[in-house]
C-alpha cells in the first residue's frame, strides 16, 4: 500500500549482528504493529504503539524491541539476531474504524 | 486454544464456482477483519465487519455476532483469487489473526 513503507525489503544478516527494521507512514494513523509470519503460525503481534514514544509488547516480544520518535515512523530492533528470527515481518497501520493498513513486508534472514 | 478458527485450511475449486470460507470465533470482538495475501505478496484489507453483511464486488462477507461466527463468499471465483484469505478479530487495540484459508482456483 502506497501508504506504508517498509524498509528493507529483503536483508540477510548474521547471528549476532543488530538488526533495525523501518516502518514509514504517510497517513497519520496512531495506531502502528509490528508481526512476524511463519508457516503454521500465521500473523503474529511482536510490538504495536498508540502513540509517539507509546508502545506495548505483543505475544512474541523477546528478542525484539521498538521505538517511535515521531508518528510516521516505527522501528524495530533486533539487538542481537538469531536464526530464530528468520521469518517476514509486516507493518500495519489502524486508525479508527477504517481497518488496517499492511507494509509490503521484510524478508529476513538470518544465518 | 485457539481464538479463531477458519476452515477449511485448504480449497481446491474450479473456475466460475461459489466459495465460501468460515471463521470461528471465541472472544468478544470490536470488528472482525477478512484479509488477503496472494503467494509472495503484501497483505490486502478486504472487509472490517462488526455487524451484518458488507459486499464488493464479486466479494461478500457476512458476520453473525451472536454465534460468533463469520463467512466470506467469492461469487464466480476466478483463478485470480487464489490467495490466502486471513480472518482476524479486533480485540481491544490488537488483531488476533487466524491461520488463514488457501485458495486455488483451477482454470
Known amino acids: 500500500d502506497a501508504g506504508i513503507t517498509q524498509s528493507p525489503r529483503h536483508k540477510v544478516t548474521e547471528t549476532g549482528t543488530p538488526v533495525t527494521l523501518r516502518c514509514h507512514q504517510t497517513e497519520n494513523h496512531r495506531y502502528m504493529y509490528w508481526y512476524r509470519q511463519d508457516p503454521g503460525h500465521g500473523l503474529r503481534l511482536i510490538h504495536y504503539?498508540?502513540?509517539?514514544?507509546?508502545?506495548d509488547k505483543g505475544e512474541v516480544s523477546d528478542g525484539y524491541s521498538v521505538s517511535r520518535s515521531k508518528t510516521e515512523d516505527f522501528l524495530l530492533t533486533l539487538e542481537s539476531a538469531t536464526s530464530s528470527q528468520t521469518s517476514v515481518y509486516f507493518c500495519?497501520?489502524?486508525?479508527?474504524?477504517?481497518?488496517?493498513?499492511f507494509g509490503s513486508g521484510t524478508r529476513l534472514t538470518v544465518v | 486454544k485457539n481464538e479463531v478458527e477458519q476452515s477449511p485450511q485448504n480449497l481446491t475449486a474450479q473456475e466460475g464456482e461459489f466459495i465460501t470460507i468460515n471463521c470461528s470465533y471465541s472472544v468478544g470482538i470490536s470488528a472482525l477483519h477478512w484479509l488477503q495475501q496472494h503467494p509472495g505478496g503484501g497483505i490486502v484489507s478486504l472487509f472490517m465487519l462488526s455487524s451484518g453483511k458488507k459486499k464488493h464486488g464479486r466479494l461478500i462477507a457476512t458476520i453473525n455476532i451472536q454465534e460468533k461466527h463469520s463467512s466470506l463468499h467469492i461469487t464466480a471465483s476466478h483463478p485470480r483469487d487464489s490467495a490466502v484469505y486471513i480472518c482476524?478479530?479486533?480485540?481491544?487495540?490488537?488483531?488476533?489473526f487466524g491461520k488463514g484459508t488457501r485458495l486455488h482456483i483451477l482454470p
Open positions: 500495519a497501520t489502524q486508525q479508527g474504524y477504517y481497518g488496517y493498513t
Open positions: 482476524a478479530l479486533g480485540v481491544d487495540d490488537k488483531i488476533i
Open positions: 504503539s498508540y502513540g509517539v514514544k507509546d508502545t
